[in-house]
């Protein structure tokens, strides 16, 4: 067995009509980022910068907004992104940092100190 593997040649790409298409490290299916190992860190990685994308823009304009008007923003735009497709990341070791954004999300909303611990929000 380690011999044919040894045999086998790497592929860099297939050839479609003509075109040869590389082949890829990640995929993107569904909005779901999965690497050849299968890991979800890119996938954890791109739904984390989405959602502190949009809660620096919830900060900049938090002071205008009504506290009802901050929690609606706030679901709708950070909380929804980090609840699609949770059920793959459950139990992984990248929840950590997906709970991390939803503290910074519940800071920005309820206009509490950075440096309290999370536990009270």
């Known amino acids: ?22 082949i890829s490290d990640k995929i993107v299916t569904l909005g779901v980022t999965l690497d050849h190992h299968l890991a979800l860190s890119h996938h954890t990685s791109n739904v ?48 950590k940092r997906l709970q991390s954004v939803q503290n910074s999300a519940a800071r920005v909303v309820l206009k509490d100190n950075q440096n309290l611990s999370s536990g009270n929000l």
Do not use: K, Q, W
Not at 6 to 11: A, C, G, Q
């Open 48 to 95: 984390c910068r989405a959602a502190y994308f949009h809660i620096c823009a919830l900060c900049h304009n938090r002071p205008s907004l009504t506290e009802d008007m901050a929690i609606t923003v706030a679901v709708s735009m950070v909380h929804s992104r980090l609840d699609y497709a949770n059920s793959i990341v459950h139990g992984h070791t990248n929840v």
């Open 1 to 22: 067995m380690p011999s044919r593997i040894r045999n086998f040649h790497s592929v860099s790409g297939v050839n479609i009509a003509g075109t040869l298409v590389p």
